[in-house]
């Protein structure tokens, strides 16, 4: 499990890095971003995986959301990986920008032809953890998780399939409930076939209705003016329904005037830090 | 001068927005960032003008810089202006990344082809101004400037030319002695010809050496390992050496492993704005 290091940027007095890898649950290369914290060169860190929205590679969030300075204060690890397989010649898969290239949605496909390569869900929870916990100084009993959009959905999923496995988790602006919304539907009939009954394990709201783990404490950050929340692809009411009666701890912040962009991220990522921090002993 | 707005979106508790115009100076339309703080819903904010580097556009600072949420606290309105003229269909102008287009160098051109057109200086210094204490609640009389590289030479002879204009000045990276470096000679030439002595006129180091304003606090931060530091083309010590002579107070910070990138911008930002918030009474 080689890395290759593709750039290294001081930043925050710590060093912004991506690395290319060649992935076996993927089988292409795959880029992902780590922030490594001052507090990294001399001690094992926590880490917080963000997984990114549609469209997005291993770049926007290390570029645009202003992460690096509360990650260096808390000494947290960051990892922000990309968000789909590339380059894998498969057909059709640059031809929309909400499925294929860009938008893995973190499952793992059973369908042809994606089931071979689509993989972000064993991804993101098995390959790259170990990949990380064995090339960089982490502590992996302080893992968390945290995502925007697509990735939002990413992280409460993970979270909610794995109890005990992360120790907090937060989300700006998530795909609560992807069965119901145009974008899951499209998503998740592509990637896992038209058998609804296998869409559940990979929807945060029929997870949340049976989660028996250890306590979780969620936050959801949703901009009340997104485009995406009216037109109906995020429906975080149904989660915030499911986590209030199965008594799961839950701090929603419906935020006025606020869109579906990094300016929206950037303007409350310290909050996120600081709850995962919190979590995290960090 | 009529603006058009191209985007607005909520960002720190203000507005980050874009707006193009008809620019008399460069003859083209233009587009500007403005980031507006929460207090600029109620009373009138201080100005900080941010100049960007060669290639950029009035997007890269809003997007990397992370500047938004020091705006807010402090309650000062940031401009961005793109970096040069765009679509003037002027032959030679997308040869380079170094000349031309995203490369205007805040001069005003006196050489054909680029005399019509290259006039950032003017651009920056008198027509964006005006036009921003036309549309926006600022404080005309608190204003100050700062910028990257091409922008920090920028922000540097906008302020060293204009005594009392703007009440602080600071830079990241900034092209300090332009006649004497690679970028700035050719720069120079092509934009003002082959007399040099008009090249001083917009040079800081010789600028600096003559200046007999009220007192103006520089604050510049360069990364020791900056490629462009070691090539030759930043010329920091060249500036320092000729405030020290003058008693010009020079905060300068070389910042070990940092690089010429806006990681290394985001790093220091919010010292940056602290610099200004203190002279705008901010």
């Known amino acids: 499990m080689a890395l290759t290091q593709v750039s290294s940027n001081k930043c925050a007095g710590g060093f912004q890095k991506v690395f290319e890898h060649d992935s076996t649950e993927l089988k292409c290369k795959m880029k992902f971003a780590v922030y490594l914290p001052p507090k990294a060169e001399t001690g094992k860190c926590p880490v917080m995986y963000w997984l990114s929205g549609l469209t997005c590679t291993e770049q926007n969030f290390i570029t645009k959301a202003g992460s690096q300075l509360a990650a260096a204060e808390h000494g947290i690890i960051i990892v ?9 010649d498969i057909e059709g898969e640059n031809e929309s920008w909400d499925f294929g290239t860009g938008a893995g949605f973190y499952v793992d496909a059973t369908e042809e032809p994606w ?19 064995a090339n960089f100084p982490t502590d992996p009993d302080r893992t968390s998780i945290s995502g925007h959009s697509m990735g939002g959905h990413g992280a409460l999923i993970c979270a909610l399939k794995n109890p005990g496995k992360y120790k907090a988790v937060s989300a700006f602006a998530p795909i609560c409930n992807p069965v119901q919304c145009p974008w899951g539907q499209k998503a998740f009939s592509g990637y896992l076939g038209s058998d609804r009954s296998t869409w559940e394990a990979y929807d945060a709201t029929v997870l949340a209705a049976s989660y028996s783990g250890p306590q979780l404490d969620i936050l959801i950050d949703q901009g009340r003016d997104d485009q995406f929340l009216s037109a ?18 839950v701090v929603f912040r419906l935020q006025p005037g606020y869109d579906h962009s990094y300016f929206f991220i950037f303007s409350f990522m310290n909050d996120h830090i600081k709850h995962h921090a919190k979590f995290l002993n960090a």
Chains 1, 2 share one sequence.
Do not use: F
């Open 80 to 88: 922000a990986p990309d968000t789909s397989p590339r380059g894998c």
């Open 115 to 133: 089931k071979t390569n689509y993989r972000m869900y064993s991804y993101v929870t098995e390959e790259l953890p170990k990949l990380i916990n």
């Open 232 to 249: 109906s692809q995020l429906l975080p009411d149904n989660l915030i329904a499911v986590c209030s009666e199965k008594k799961i701890p």
